[in-house]
């Protein structure tokens, strides 16, 4: 919603410029022509300050539009993450998120299935960002559905 302070100043304006075309309409002919003009000139700078007012509206308007796109977005990838214990599950995805990054950083990033040492046999979950790593033997049958498995 755009500032409250925008808003006034804007219909401030829009009363400056109807109050000056009501006096050039009451004041028929009683008006030199200087005035005319004066008056004339008085109401395009009110409705030019209108026009400006509504303009800075818009982009506000426009940047609170994405702000909340963006949230809704985030809002909705939130409910459809799940924590086994160990990883983030996103919904219908095989393969994990990292912790770290997610709750962190809140951001998403895939991992990787790696041995977890060069002495070891040991498997597990590797992030490529942060460097982190999680040990699990119990996601054989998901890398296997996702034919990631060494």
């Known amino acids: 919603m755009p500032d409250i302070t925008t808003i006034s100043t804007a219909l401030r304006s829009i009363k400056t410029a109807a109050d000056i ?9 009683t008006l030199e022509a200087a005035e005319v003009k004066l008056k004339m000139a008085d109401l ?20 609170k539009d ?6 809704e977005k985030q809002l909705k990838q939130t409910r459809s993450v799940t924590f086994d214990g160990f ?3 996103l919904e219908n995805d095989p393969i994990p998120i990292c912790p770290h990054c997610y709750e962190v ?4 990033i895939h991992m990787r299935y790696v041995h977890l040492s060069m002495h070891s046999q040991s498997l597990g979950w590797s992030c490529n960002k942060c460097r982190s790593t999680y040990a699990d033997s119990t996601r054989e049958s998901t890398l296997e559905q996702a034919n990631l498995k060494e």
């Open 66 to 71: 994405e702000k909340i796109t963006e949230l």
């Open 87 to 89: 990883v983030y599950w």
């Open 44 to 63: 395009m700078s009110a409705l030019a300050d209108v026009k400006a007012d509504v303009a800075d509206l818009k982009l506000e308007m426009i940047s």
């Open 21 to 29: 075309a009501k006096l050039i309409k009451d004041s028929g002919v």
């Open 105 to 108: 950083d809140k951001i998403i």
